[in-house]
């Protein structure tokens, strides 16, 4: 089982990645997470990347197909999901080239629906591990009711993302609207395609997503 998860930063596509990875053991493939990887490790990748999400702004075409195709082809087999890719239409064309190459498919392209100043709200309040990429809340981090980091087995050691600031947000929703609209218009014609009201609980929206799948 191979799906997709589209929509604008802070609709919540990662919490229901994680949600539908644990219970179908399948893979993760979050663009972001793999770009911050490169970008702990300093590689070249990485460093060409990073200018670019430090403003909000997407990183090129050909470094993210690069690395997709990269991971794709070393799955052997095992459903993936595929979150925050692709961003442009020439990347949905270009997925669709390498699915077509491994002999793949999406069998399932959901679109997380979530008005503006909900997005700004999650986002500005949210939180990120340096060490486990894990996410959470503000206020979770300031209860210190969490569990420990499964990288370094102590407290998670939280900060906000550049990429998380008030003001950087207005631009990535702004380039979302700009670049990445036009992708849901692209996979509309796919009968796998179902919009998902994001705003609701996550439990909810998980609970939709498993439904359009059965």
Known sequence: MNVLFMGPPGSGKGTQSKLLRDRFDMEHLST??????????????GMRAKGYMDKGE??????????????LS??????????????????????????????????GVFFFDVKKDVLVNRLSSR????????????DMVSNGKLEDCTVTSKPCNFYQRNDDLPEVITKRIQVYQEQTTPVIDYYKSNPNFLTVDAAMPADQVFQIIIGKLK
């Open 32 to 45: 972001g997470d793999i770009l911050r990887e490169a970008i702990a490790q300093k590689t070249e990748v």
């Open 127 to 138: 939180r990120t591990c340096r060490n486990c990429n894990r996410i959470v809340s503000a």
């Open 58 to 71: 997407y990183v090129p075409d050909a470094v993210v197909i690069d690395l997709i195709r990269a991971r």
């Open 74 to 107: 070393s799955l052997a087999g095992k459903g993936f999901i595929l979150d925050g890719f692709p961003r442009t239409v020439p990347q949905a064309q270009a997925l669709d080239q390498v699915l077509s190459e491994l002999n793949l498919q999406l069998n």
